[in-house]
């Protein structure tokens, strides 16, 4: 199935928009699916490729919006958008938000696709701006086990790019 640019963003935003339900953290008035648009817009304001971007709205789709990357497929995406997403989704078969999260990271070392890393960055990023309506507890990890940890891992492919240096400076105020 082939689409042109504009009508593929538009099936993507309608997408995240319909399955990824619910409300942000700590929050009664902020759609769960406001997370994806703000990764995408994330990626647009630093330049990124098109596929990149799409990649990026989407990163949240299989894990919380019941959808499967074979789904991506048949509603026509490109492979490059299913690959990002798929490197940047959570293993639902491990136990544990924390053994899930391990394991992306682990697939996101062996891959060394830095549009994937760039995607979760910016992905960390949001969660790191809209944390303070988590518990204290829940902050702190965010911010000094997984932030930190995404930082390191991510240095060497990003270390001069924008996107990571203002992760850099949200992770150590």
């Not at 995240?16 to 942000?24: P, S």
């Not at 990026?56 to 074979?70: A, C, F, P, R």
């Not at 991506?72 to 989704?89: E, T």
């Not at 697939?107 to 949001?126: G, Y």
């Amino acid at each position: 199935v082939f689409f042109k640019q504009k009508e593929i963003v538009d099936i993507a935003e309608i997408l995240v928009k319909e399955r990824i339900q619910g409300m942000r953290k700590g929050t009664v008035d902020v759609p769960n699916w406001t997370h994806s648009f703000h990764v995408r817009d994330a990626l647009i304001a630093n330049d990124f490729e098109h596929e990149v971007v799409l990649g990026g709205m989407l990163h949240d789709i299989v894990e919380d919006g019941n959808t499967s990357l074979n789904d991506l497929h048949g509603m026509g995406f490109p492979d490059r958008v299913v690959a990002l997403v798929d490197l940047c989704s959570h293993n639902m078969a491990a136990v544990g938000s924390e053994a899930r999260w391990i394991k992306m990271m682990a697939r996101l070392v062996d891959a060394k696709d830095s549009d994937a890393w760039s995607i979760k960055v910016a992905d960390m990023i949001d969660n790191l701006r809209s944390c303070h309506t988590m518990p204290e507890e829940k902050q702190h990890f965010m911010r000094q086990v997984k932030g930190a940890l995404l930082l390191r891992l991510s240095k060497p492919l990003l270390g001069k790019q924008a996107l990571w240096q203002e992760l850099n400076e949200l992770v150590n105020q």
